[in-house]
């Protein structure tokens, strides 16, 4: 490989001999060089620096084979350097990439004050620590998907060698890019878009819609793809949910192998979503799309890039992910395509508004053409109310029901809205606004869902990072219980709780379970707190139906009576609405020369592309499923 040739030129005119670099690699997007001498690359932190500068590439720093230590022994030199206080949980070594991959509950200490207790570790014991967060409460998935990767991790370098060579193979000259969309637009749900120069085709997103009633409606159309799957470059995914990222093990199931980028929450979120709606297809006898192999094989694929991290991942495309404050790790998508030949933004999911959880989302860009933007909330007379107001009526809800002996079912995303209500009931309790007697149950996805947050503190908005941090996590505050399928008997024959359930759009799973519970009793109320995509439950009992045919378990049909209060409330969307729709765009630096509106109903993105032509005179357009445009 000519550019692998490149990288050793430069590394060896920066690094002086006495180093002894034994040799250099290409793992995907990063370069790894590997040393007989770490304590000359530490007493020169410069070296370092100053290949990444060059090459423009995160560098790795490990040491030669023959410097590594028998791994019993280092396991016990590494617990006599780390402080106590680390509380580490997990140790496992890594000889693909001479790595230590080590768990702690604080791994600041692991790393400790200038990197010292990391360095003094590769120093004794050859392995290079690589540093993860355990999360404040137990995750199974979690524990899970890292010991997969640390099984397969042999196998995951050869994907990324792989990978590698695709990212440094010849430029083409000419530069064209087109765009084709397969999915989510004019709809909410199957998010799916390939991009495409001469050189290189990658796919945004590669969901399902959930809600959709037949599976013609719920797949992308990726038979409009006239070429192999195999033949694709890369995905890359903005966020966790199902419309983004439930039919990518689709892809690996007809033989696509290749990377997956996204932040490294979503990696995980995506993993705990994938196998949750192959659980819940399985327990209503449904089949599956795909198997849990190949989820399994998907997540060997993954590659993990943090916000404004910018990263190769074609000859002639640069990806860079920014916050937009959706979801955990959720991303606005930055692509630089053909040296800047041309600049593409798909804001996939934002929140431009407050949140309890996130920080703001980006709006600032290097250089910027294209702009995919969401319409979840697209209309005109799509305005949420103010977030303090839905506390407040949130609140009132809760004491009405409670007062009366009834209980709130609130069906949640078991990612996102699950844990900012989370936040919003934790201050409730707080303030004492709430009697600490009313519990609050936890159920389906949300538990895990909810320990994975805790996992990634860096990315919550600065207050609660901080509370994660000081292991004061609101997720795990004593008001929360965990509630299994064996307890929704007696929750909800008790009243006085507060439940929230996945799924958010009462589409299957625990919230499904509870309401068939509490639905025919008027004491109880049902609070709305997210988005109801078309042809799902929660929208036909949003719409006003007033009895539904439930499956009893001795197999009869029952008509259950809707009884029970039913409440909207549009404040905690983790989607902007109109006005915040208007001001991202508005807002957004530079100025796109061409929009694009996708993730809403037909008649709103047709509404918000006029509304960007006629107010701001850029062109925009609401394209449909399987228009193919070109950008440049
Ligand atoms: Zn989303
Ligand atoms: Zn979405």
């Known amino acids: 490989m000519d550019y692998l040739k490149e990288v050793k030129e430069i590394v060896n005119s920066i690094v002086p001999k006495e180093a002894e670099v034994t040799s250099v690699d290409l793992e995907g997007p990063e370069v790894a060089v590997y040393t007989k001498r770490p304590k ?131 430029r083409a000259q000419e530069s064209w890019v087109r765009l084709t969309a397969l999915g989510g637009f004019r709809q909410v749900g199957r998010s799916c878009m390939l991009l495409e120069t001469r050189k290189t085709k990658i796919l945004l997103d590669c969901g399902i819609n959930v809600a959709a009633q037949t599976n013609e409606d719920a797949f992308p159309y990726l038979d409009a793809i006239r070429f192999p799957i195999n033949e694709l470059d890369a995905v890359v995914l903005s966020h966790a949910h199902m419309d983004h990222s439930g039919f990518i093990p689709y892809l690996f199931k007809v033989g696509y192998r290749g990377p997956i980028y996204c932040t490294e929450p979503t990696r995980d979120l995506t993993t705990i979503l994938l196998f949750d709606y192959l659980d819940i297809l399985a327990k209503d006898n449904k089949e599956a799309p795909y198997n849990e192999r190949d989820v399994k094989e998907m997540l060997k694929y993954c590659i993990t890039r ?159 990072q901080k509370r994660v941090l000081q292991n004061d996590s609101p997720f795990t505050s004593e008001i929360f219980q965990v509630a299994k399928p064996e307890d929704r008997d007696s929750i909800t024959q008790n009243g006085s709780a507060i439940i929230l359930a996945s799924s958010g759009m009462l589409t299957g799973g625990a919230s499904v379970q509870y309401f068939y519970r509490l639905a025919e009793d008027p004491k109880n109320t049902l609070v709305f707190v997210g988005y109801n995509g078309e042809g799902s439950l929660g929208r036909k009992i949003q719409s006003g139906i007033k009895n539904l045919p439930v499956t009893e378990n001795n197999g009869r049909t029952k008509k259950l009576n809707i009884n029970l209060r039913i409440e909207t409330l549009d404040g905690f969307s983790g989607h902007s609405d109109r006005n915040q729709l208007v001001a991202y765009v508005r807002n957004l630096k530079p100025k796109p020369k061409r929009i694009f509106t996708d993730h809403g109903e037909a008649s709103k993105t047709i509404e918000l592309a006029r509304f960007f032509s006629a107010k701001f005179g850029i062109n925009s357009q609401s394209i449909r499923n399987l228009d193919s445009v070109r950008l440049k």
């Open 306 to 464: 943090e916000y404004r991290e910018v990263t190769d991942i074609a000859p002639d495309m640069r990806l860079t992910f920014h916050n937009a404050a959706h979801i955990l790790g959720s991303a606005s998508v930055h692509l630089n395509i053909g040296e800047g030949a041309h600049n593409l933004v798909y804001s996939a999911d934002i929140k431009y508004g407050f949140t309890r959880l996130f920080n703001n989302v980006d709006i600032n860009y290097p250089r910027l053409e294209s702009l995919i933007v969401e319409s979840t909330y697209g209309a005109k007379e799509d305005i949420q109310t103010a977030r303090e107001e839905s506390e407040a009526q949130f609140l009132k809800i809760i004491q009405e029901t409670i007062n009366q002996g009834g209980s709130i079912l609130v069906p949640v995303f078991a990612v996102g809205r699950a844990q900012e209500l989370q936040l919003v009931i934790e201050n409730f309790y707080r303030r004492g606004l709430i009697s600490p007697d009313v519990k609050v149950y936890i159920d389906g996805m949300t538990k895990e869902s909810s320990a994975i947050h805790t996992a990634y503190p860096e990315y919550l908005r600065n207050a609660v």
């Open 40 to 170: 000359i690359f530490h007493d020169n932190e410069d070296y370092v620096r100053q290949i990444a500068h060059q090459l423009k590439k995160k560098v790795n720093m490990r040491c030669d084979k023959s410097l590594l230590i028998d791994e019993k022994e280092a396991k016990e030199k590494i617990m006599q350097i780390v402080p106590q206080d680390a509380r580490i949980a997990d140790i496992q070594f890594n000889e693909a990439f001479n790595e230590v991959f080590i768990e702690a509950l604080k791994p600041g200490l692991v790393i400790g004050k200038g990197g010292m207790t990391s360095k003094q570790i590769i120093l004794e014991t050859g392995w290079t620590p690589k540093i993860v967060r355990s999360p404040t409460s137990p995750s199974e998935v979690l524990k899970g998907i890292r010991h997969h990767l640390n099984k397969y991790s042999t196998e995951r370098k050869k994907i990324l060698q792989e990978t590698a060579k695709k990212i440094y193979s010849e």
